[in-house]
């Protein structure tokens, strides 16, 4: 299952971006979706996940900052991502629980990573 991210970029301290990603359309079911990132030099880590019944959830350094959602009818994913920060530079993943059957057992799926620059 191939997942298509977009909306990475450079902006400047302060800036705002908006990351989206997409599952294909014939899916049987996404569970959870959710958002890593990986800074040069440092391991991925978890930014925010949302359940299938749009419950969030966020690391603290991004709380009040970032704003996870899904649009279940396009299998769509977004981050919008406010106040940010150099710290918030790396390769954003989007990661995507699925089902591709009822008869097999739900896998994780990533994205290829969409490049974030924080920087003046």
């Known amino acids: 299952v191939q997942l298509q991210a977009s909306g990475g970029g450079l902006v400047q301290p302060g800036g705002s971006l908006r990351l989206s990603c997409a599952a294909p359309?014939?899916?049987?079911?996404?569970?959870?979706m959710g958002w890593y990132r990986q800074a040069p030099g440092k391991q991925r880590e978890l930014v925010a996940t949302i359940s299938n019944s749009g419950s969030p959830h966020y690391v603290d350094s991004v709380k009040g900052r970032f704003t996870i959602s899904r649009d279940n009818a396009k299998n769509t994913v977004y981050l919008q991502m406010s106040s940010l920060k150099p710290e918030d530079t790396g390769v954003y993943y989007c990661?995507?629980?699925?089902?591709?059957?009822?008869?097999?057992?739900?896998?994780?799926?990533w994205g290829k990573g969409t490049q974030v620059t924080v920087s003046s």
């Open positions: 359309r014939n899916i049987f079911r996404i569970n959870a």
């Open positions: 990661n995507a629980n699925i089902a591709t059957s009822p008869f097999r057992p739900d896998t994780d799926h």
